[in-house]
């Protein structure tokens, strides 16, 4: 009888096996994206003759070695960069031991135990270990999670990455050009102090009408207010820049008036099927897709029971027994655990249908970043065309007042003009010099505008491909 009861149950050990591996594979699929790009950019991009400028190096078109040594510096000191390393760090340490729950683990407990009848007490200790197989799906939803969260914190790495470039820059550009705009109103003001000074004599000899002199007068005292933008201008950018390199005061050598910078000749890298690669939002919102598809799998998971294998090994010491006698001893078990949910009022299936319904804002949210990438870059396009344009035609103006005032000092030397003409020549010319260094910062801001929504910076050091090149790419590592 005892083996005719024993066949049966070996009869059902193989299929009740073969259908836990079948349930084992019960899982969450990942959605489709599917993400909404064009096939092309709408505008042109800028300087189609020129090489593509580089994603992780695109500031390197200034040819600016003092912006180049500014935005390394940042990349290693900025302390919002260092905080998303250490952030990744972190989620990086934890995804690599994301399987070690599905793993055995070994624990030692003790306790103290008394008789109900208060007649004797024990101090009962052992070893147990448990070993969850992490089935139905359980264990890739872990993953999911894991992973997720690690490329998260990845985006938000190179996030800050690419923020800190397109600042250091941006405050580059608008200090150097505060410093050229205060060296261009400073000659104004001296051009309409010798213009009054000019007025003054005229006037006393009956040469100029009566108002001329207050006119030259207000102008000169508007040039001097003038002086007040740019360099409150220069002292924010410097202030900036500090905070952007992680110092408590700006570098003296900032201060020291330098030449603007100046774009050169670039073309655009890439099509829109790239932003997907380099725009950390996009990658962001990619993360948060594969970490709600874990969450779901997780709740899938709990609709199901809990499979494992257990083992312990437990003694207990009588430590204080009326009766005058100890007693020790010990027990070992080991066999699977089953743990079956069965009525919750639906709370498993509520949360398993919520995670369906955030999974699929998360794919929505993707979509929507996709989209706005896009539009990011193709506005900054048109605004960089647009701004291009702009810089041409200024700079057509200040060189035909350039040679305007060329013209006025030959007639003046000749005894043809009046020196008050010529400081009107040289008034128009340096307007036109502030127009065009206004026109020039308006480009190269337009041009980091492009890069910072393209997600151009340079990658991590850890995350450079082999045999990449280490100057345009690299910068320090968090």
């Given at each position: 009888m005892a083996e005719a009861a024993i066949v049966p149950r070996r009869r059902w050990r193989a299929p009740l096996l073969g259908a836990a591996i079948a349930l084992a594979g019960c899982s969450v699929a990942m959605p489709k994206l599917g993400p909404p790009i064009p096939a092309q950019w709408q505008h042109a991009a800028a300087a189609q003759s020129a090489a593509p400028a580089d994603l992780r190096g695109w500031w390197r078109a200034f040819d600016d070695p003092a912006l180049n040594t500014l935005v390394d510096q940042a990349l290693a000191r900025n302390l919002d960069v260092a905080q998303m390393g250490e952030r990744l760090r972190a989620a990086r340490t934890l995804q690599r031991h994301e399987g070690a729950r599905y793993l055995p683990s070994l624990n030692l407990r003790t306790e103290q135990t008394i008789d109900p009848d208060a007649s004797a007490s024990y101090l009962v200790s052992g070893f147990d270990s448990t070993w969850d197989l992490g089935l139905f799906g359980r264990a890739q939803g872990t993953r999911r999670e894991a992973q997720g969260a690690l490329e998260a914190s990845a985006a938000d790495l190179q996030a800050a990455r690419v923020s800190v470039v397109a600042e250091v820059v941006r405050n580059w550009v608008e200090l150097r050009t505060a410093q050229q705009q205060e060296q261009l109103l400073q000659q104004i003001g001296e051009l309409r102090g010798r213009q009054l000074d000019l007025l003054k004599v005229r006037r006393r000899l009956q040469l100029a009408p009566?108002?001329?002199?207050?006119?030259?007068?207000?102008?000169?005292?508007?040039?001097?207010?003038?002086?007040?933008?740019?360099?409150?201008?220069?002292?924010?950018?410097?202030?900036?820049?500090?905070?952007?390199?992680g110092q408590n005061h700006p570098d003296p050598a900032w201060l020291q008036a330098?030449?603007?910078?100046?774009?050169?000749?670039?073309?655009?890298?890439?099509?829109?099927?790239?932003?997907?690669?380099?725009?950390?939002?996009?990658?962001?919102?990619?993360?948060?897709?594969?970490?709600?598809?874990?969450?779901?799998?997780?709740?899938?998971?709990?609709?199901?029971?809990?499979?494992?294998?257990?083992?312990?090994?437990?003694?207990?010491?009588?430590?204080?027994?009326?009766?005058?006698?100890?007693?020790?001893?010990?027990?070992?078990?080991?066999?699977?655990?089953?743990?079956?949910?069965?009525?919750?009022?639906?709370?498993?299936?509520?949360?398993?249908?919520?995670?369906?319904?955030?999974?699929?804002?998360?794919?929505?949210?993707?979509?929507?970043?996709?989209?706005?990438?896009?539009?990011?870059?193709?506005?900054?396009?048109?605004?960089?065309?647009?701004?291009?344009?702009?810089?041409?035609?200024?700079?057509?103006?200040?060189?035909?007042?350039?040679?305007?005032d060329g013209t006025l000092r030959t007639r003046v030397k000749l005894k043809l003009d009046s020196p008050l003409a010529l400081a009107d020549g040289r008034l128009a010319a340096d307007q036109a010099a502030l127009e065009l260094a206004d026109a020039r910062a308006s480009h190269s801001l337009a041009y980091v505008a492009l890069f910072k929504a393209l997600g151009g910076a340079p990658l991590p050091a850890d995350e450079v491909p082999p045999g990449a090149k280490s100057g345009n790419a690299a910068g320090a590592s968090p």
């Open positions: 009566p108002g001329a002199v207050d006119q030259a007068q207000a102008a000169a005292a508007q040039a001097e207010a003038a002086l007040a933008a740019p360099r409150q201008a220069i002292n924010e950018a410097a202030q900036r820049l500090a905070v952007l390199l330098g030449p603007q910078p100046r774009l050169g000749a670039w073309a655009l890298p890439g099509t829109p099927a790239d932003l997907l690669r380099t725009r950390p939002e996009i990658a962001h919102a990619e993360a948060d897709v594969l970490r709600a598809a874990g969450e779901l799998g997780l709740a899938h998971a709990d609709r199901f029971p809990k499979l494992g294998l257990g083992a312990s090994v437990i003694w207990a010491t009588d430590l204080n027994n009326n009766k005058k006698h100890t007693v020790s001893n010990g027990l070992a078990s080991v066999g699977p655990l089953f743990d079956m949910p069965l009525f919750d009022w639906g709370l498993r299936a509520a949360a398993e249908h919520a995670k369906s319904h955030e999974l699929k804002a998360a794919v929505l949210a993707y979509r929507q970043a996709v989209l706005q990438g896009v539009a990011e870059v193709e506005t900054a396009l048109g605004t960089l065309q647009q701004q291009q344009q702009r810089e041409q035609h200024s700079q057509a103006a200040w060189q035909a007042l350039e040679r305007v």
